[in-house]
């Protein structure tokens, strides 16, 4: 591992932070911090933690020795000053003298002591920080340090590779004890560089922030150098089917089956991630993968994520999926099964009682698919992902020298089950779309970019369709960093599908689709040729049916049930003259809702329509509308407000008209328009 220390960036760093007030040994923290957490072999997802011993001010100026620390919720790869909230140094080392002190007395002290109020709360290893007297102090859960701890003689190990710069202290959880047995290695090892935790991670010291740094650095090399002498063994690859099925067919299955039923045709979904780089492929693909697969996390931290396995599946032939979802179905019921009982194993044994999280698996390995994550925002999947591969590495790395030993269960159980540890996923009330993946077509338009938008505010992840493939993207852009844009011609039969596949293999399927596309061919019926009625058509009404095919056949492998949303526009029953092949088109878009409203229902999916009027958009634009206007000796404003309410309406009325279908979870074959009141728009 090199370092990536650079004289220049660092001296703009500490110019860039005085400006606002920081002093240079937080500006130098945030900096080596950084470089820290965007090594993924080091830290990932909130991962490690780190401080430094300064000068601060109370509110009326009077200087004050101080810790930063790391603060909850904030990601060391990108981390700013407020992400390292200052706290009095001193009250902390009073509380070194104590024999004990509980969770809640602990984060009760550490929060009394901040300059800030309104800081996040510091890492739950202050008091560890505080009390080794070093001025900087680094922590990772770096790859390499814990391929050569999680061994069955790992103490040994790290013994030899380490001692005397590095003291080897066997595993304490975080909290107060830690600290204390951590203040007291130290004392043993004046001259100490920093410390091994055995089994959970490596910290290092320094004087300066470079030094602290480099430490790091150096010490991780030393490892990974020490894996390398290791051999690298091969593995009896397993006996795969000699047509495997496609990702796309897999993953909605595998969500499904995941999917919790609410009652009432509500379920909580998950979103997925799949990686398939040659490494995860290659661990995936062993003969021996049940027995190779972990019983426990790498370091503790992450049973929070990824729970302490992962869920095993066979490899799934294209031509036999019937048999893939029925081992499935088998091997999810014994995980939980499983999961239970360690929960009541453990939970008998401690003090007290717990409140059994959810049984189901974070992560699942499916020989010729890959590693497949679940996480109940796509945010949450990735972080999963980058765990689970973490742990493959790890995994390897740890085999080249001997065997990957995790923990004791006793030891996750406790931390999976620390109330400090569940507090850093948060408590925040999900929102109503969440973990449903949404799809909209025609989404680089007015009304289209509004209905992604809507959605993606309501938790949904999107998938936005556009002829317009730049116009897709922005709308994507728009609903957030998961959100994916892609060019698609939804008149191409075989373009639809591969859209859907490409849902399918990033979130792992498709909940909710808006068939939105559409365009309006204008002139007289009877003077219309037949080339522009059927290319009226071929939009208008075959795109629906392409689209809606597509996503009932992706809903009927989740078993999950769905949405499918229609823009049927008021043409479809109020036709204008020279709007024939319009109206006509639509016409036949709205029984087709009705149709597949009437034929999916036994599976859950509901077919709903939105009948909508006078919308700027791509239909509408603001020529046709001053052409329109002026026809009819209006203004802009009375044209657009030519209804009942006397009010434009927007494409976001639209959007949140499609958002409201969304949640009706008992409503299918429903038309709800959208127009501010047209009474001969209106359904008898």
Known sequence: MQSTWNDGEAARAVAAYGEAGVNEDLALRVYTTRLLGREGALVLHGGGNTSVKTQAHEIDGTPVDAICVKGSGWDMGDIEPPGLPALRLKPLLRLQALDALCDEAMVNAQRSQLLLATAPNPSVETLLHAFVPAKYIDHTHANAILAVSDQPNGMAICRDLFEPDLPVLDYVMPGFALAKAVAAAIARSPGAHGLILHKHGIFTFGTDAREAYERMIAMVSRAEAHLARGPRKSYAPASLPKALAAPADVLPILRGALAESRGEGRYARFVCELRREEPILAFCERADLAAAAWEGVITPDHTIRIKNKPLVLPAPASGDLPAFRAALEASLETYKED??????????????????????????????????????????????????????????????????????????????????????????????????????????????????????????????????????????????????????????????????????????????????????????????????????????????????????????????????????????????????????????????????????????????AVNADRIRSGLLDEARIASRAKARGLSVADYMGGNLLKQEVTARDVAEAFLYQALMMKTTGNVVTVDGGNVAAMLR
């Open 339 to 608: 999961y239970h009982a360690y929960f009541a194993r453990q939970d008998s044994s401690l003090p007290g009682k717990r409140k059994e999280l959810d049984p189901l698996p974070r992560l699942a390995l499916v020989p010729g698919i890959g590693l497949v994550a679940f996480g109940r925002s796509k945010k949450d999947a990735r972080i999963a992902a980058d765990l689970g591969a973490a742990t493959v590495a790890t995994v390897g790395m740890a085999e080249r020298i001997g065997a990957f030993e995790p923990l004791p269960e006793r030891d996750l159980f406790m931390m999976e089950y620390w109330s400090l540890e569940q507090a850093k996923l948060g408590k925040a009330k999900e929102s109503p779309l969440a973990g449903q993946v949404a799809l909209v077509t025609g989404g680089g338009g007015a009304i289209g970019a509004a209905t992604a938008k809507a959605f993606a505010e309501s938790g949904a992840e999107l998938v936005v369709l556009d002829l317009d493939g730049a116009a897709a993207k922005a709308a994507a852009a728009a609903c957030g960093r998961s959100a994916l844009g892609l060019a698609c011609d939804v008149t191409d039969a075989e373009a639809v599908r591969a859209a859907f596949d490409r849902a399918c293999t990033e979130f792992g399927g498709v909940d909710i689709v808006v068939s939105n596309a559409g365009n309006a061919i204008e002139g007289a019926m009877a003077e219309l040729s037949d080339e522009k009625l059927r290319k009226s058509f071929e939009l208008n009404f075959f795109a629906h049916q392409t689209v809606a095919r597509n996503a009932v056949r992706v809903m009927k492998a989740q078993g999950t049930g769905g949405c499918l949303l229609f823009n049927v526009s008021k043409q479809a029953v109020n036709p204008g003259p020279d709007f024939g092949a319009y109206g006509t088109s639509k016409a036949a878009a709205l029984l087709l809702c009705r149709q597949y409203a009437l034929e999916c229902g036994a599976y859950g999916i509901r077919a709903n």
